[in-house]
């Protein structure tokens, strides 16, 4: 069964740092990795979809990289800024079905003005 | 921009009762899920649809779950007996392909 680990489980920043949050997953024969940001009570947004064969996929200060092999995920956020304060998750499909997402429990950011 | 949505965005109800949650995917899409989020802990999955039939479920999506696309544009999902544990965020999410998009979600508290 696929397990998914982020690292660190809380993260507390000054505006403006650059900062690394990081995913592992155990069995690397994904088809994908997915990145999403949730704010408290609410619903997950996605941030980035990153495919097998990719090693890494931007979206302005977003970047995700992958590597399969390690199994291991990074999502880097440049010159942070309050409004990123969320909860980030990372999640892998299953790799039987390609469907079902498998869910890490996220790193909760906080980033102080 | 196109988004899914979901009714109610919180629901309280009686242990034994039964409830329906809906979703409206995002019109083109093609695959539909539904995942749930017990309070501190983490989203899990617990079905996913295409082409008008269950394509995967989890051990969670026992026979008190079902699932329906009554028309062109809803999705559902009904717990026929409510159970305490069953308290939590469910959300629905719609895919065209591999990325997934999630609804706001309908908290379910169950007295």
């Known amino acids: 069964k696929q397990e998914v680990t982020q690292i660190p489980a809380a993260l507390s920043v000054p505006e403006g740092e650059n900062l690394v949050l990081n995913c592992s997953f155990t069995d690397s024969a994904i088809y994908n990795l997915q990145w999403f940001r949730q704010d408290p009570g609410k619903g997950l947004t996605s941030l980035l979809l990153i495919q097998s064969s990719q090693r890494e996929q931007t979206s302005g200060r977003l970047n995700a990289s992958l590597d399969k092999s390690s199994g291991r995920s990074t999502l880097y956020i440049a010159a942070s800024q309050p409004g990123d304060s969320a909860t980030y998750l990372c999640a892998v499909p299953n790799s039987n079905s390609g469907y079902a997402l498998n869910f890490g429990k996220g790193t909760s950011l906080l980033v102080t003005p | 921009e196109p988004e899914v949505t979901q009714t109610p965005s919180h629901q309280v109800t009686q242990m034994g009762q039964e409830v329906i949650l809906r979703c409206v995917p995002i019109?083109?899409?093609?695959?539909f899920y539904w995942y749930r989020q017990i309070l501190g802990q983490k989203v899990e999955f617990l079905v996913s649809?295409?082409?008008?039939?269950?394509?995967?479920k989890s051990e969670i999506f026992d026979d008190q779950f079902s699932v329906e696309r009554p028309d062109g544009s809803n999705f559902t999902l009904k717990i026929r007996s409510t159970k305490l544990e069953d308290s939590a965020m469910y959300f629905c999410?719609?895919?065209?392909?591999?990325?997934?998009?999630f609804g706001p979600g309908t908290r379910l508290t169950v007295l």
């Open positions: 999410a719609s895919s065209y392909d591999n990325e997934q998009f």
């Open positions: 019109s083109n899409h093609l695959y």
């Open positions: 649809f295409y082409n008008n039939e269950i394509s995967e």
